[in-house]
């Protein structure tokens, strides 16, 4: 079929408005300052920069966490706040990681890097560290079961090509440590991560690594426990005492009110006891004057007769 006048008057409508505004839009953007686009651009890389700042951070942080201090950095001291993270850097880096999961990809493989490092008292901080995220974070739990090996072979020296650093005293004390956790990694997350059990049998079956007794580990478990026991007496200690405090202060509220609730009922009705003595007496009296004036009356007929 042709198209009839009518159609081609519609469709030649629709494309002249399609034109005019294509126009308005090129006007507009003519329109537009020349700086403007400079600094669309320019706040565009502020954001990326906004991005790229926590990892430097991370970076930052790890590096200060697993560095040694000058005084032990080859010389083995049995103090173990020597071997304690700082606080304040610990806190700081796990607020940065809890953004997102690819801030704690990143720390994973910082903390990783930084466990090649051939110092016994920078890798035993390093175990620390994981041991410190690992308790923390499902994600970087899933991230170390999946690279184990490395951590084995840096953390307890399963490898006799590759042996641990010196000094020799923390280097034993690093074993000791990852052997500790490999075994507690095990037994608490062993069924849903089946790397951590084959490595603790490929340990102690074919390594025949010295593993810590099995007292300290419960020794630990129980002090776990404890800690985990004192913390929640205290959160309910503290809810007692807030809701306590409140309830005092609204005690006294409702004990005025009670008050004034009596005073006013007291205006208002009389004493129900009161009013009951009042009532019985009133039929008493009655009572007695009745008799008397029967009495009275029969007196006055009898002597009339």
């Not at 565009?44 to 930052?60: F, I, N």
């Not at 590096?63 to 304040?88: G, N």
């Not at 500790?180 to 790397?195: D, K, N």
């Not at 810590?212 to 129980?222: C, D, Q, T, W």
């Amino acid at each position: 079929l042709r198209p009839t006048r009518t159609s081609r008057k519609s469709r030649g409508a629709t494309r002249h408005e399609k034109d005019r505004q294509r126009n308005e839009q090129e006007e507009e953007f003519l329109r537009v300052p020349p700086g403007s686009l400079a600094s669309s651009l320019a706040q565009m890389q502020s954001q990326v920069d906004e991005v790229a700042v926590p990892r430097a951070l991370l970076s930052t942080l790890v590096q200060d966490l697993v560095t040694p201090p000058p005084s032990t950095a080859s010389t083995f001291q049995p103090a173990q706040a020597v071997y304690e993270l700082d606080p304040y850097s610990l806190s700081q880096l796990k607020m940065l990681a809890r953004v997102s999961n690819e801030n704690v990809r990143c720390v994973f493989d910082l903390v990783l890097a930084a466990l090649t490092v051939r110092n016994a008292t920078s890798r035993y901080l390093c175990v620390l560290l994981i041991e410190y995220l690992f308790s923390r974070s499902g994600y970087f739990r899933a991230l170390l079961s999946t690279r184990l090996r490395e951590f084995l072979t840096y953390a307890v020296g399963v490898q006799l090509a590759n042996p641990l650093p010196d000094p020799p005293e923390v280097a034993l004390l690093l074993r000791q440590k990852s052997l500790l956790l490999i075994q507690e990694w095990s037994a608490r997350f062993g069924r849903r991560w089946r790397s951590f059990p084959l490595s603790l049998r490929y340990l102690k079956h074919t390594l025949r690594m010295p593993f810590p007794a099995v007292n300290e580990m419960a020794h630990r478990n129980e002090q776990r426990a404890l800690q985990r026991k004192l913390r929640q007496e205290r959160r309910l200690l503290a809810k007692y005492q807030n809701l306590r405090e409140g309830l005092t202060g609204k005690l006294r509220l409702i004990a005025l009110d009670l008050n004034t609730l009596n005073e006013s009922l007291g205006i208002l009705l009389p004493d129900t006891d009161e009013a009951m003595l009042e009532q019985t007496l009133d039929i008493e009296n009655d009572d007695l004057t009745t008799t008397s004036s029967a009495s009275s009356s029969s007196a006055s007929s009898s002597s009339a007769s």
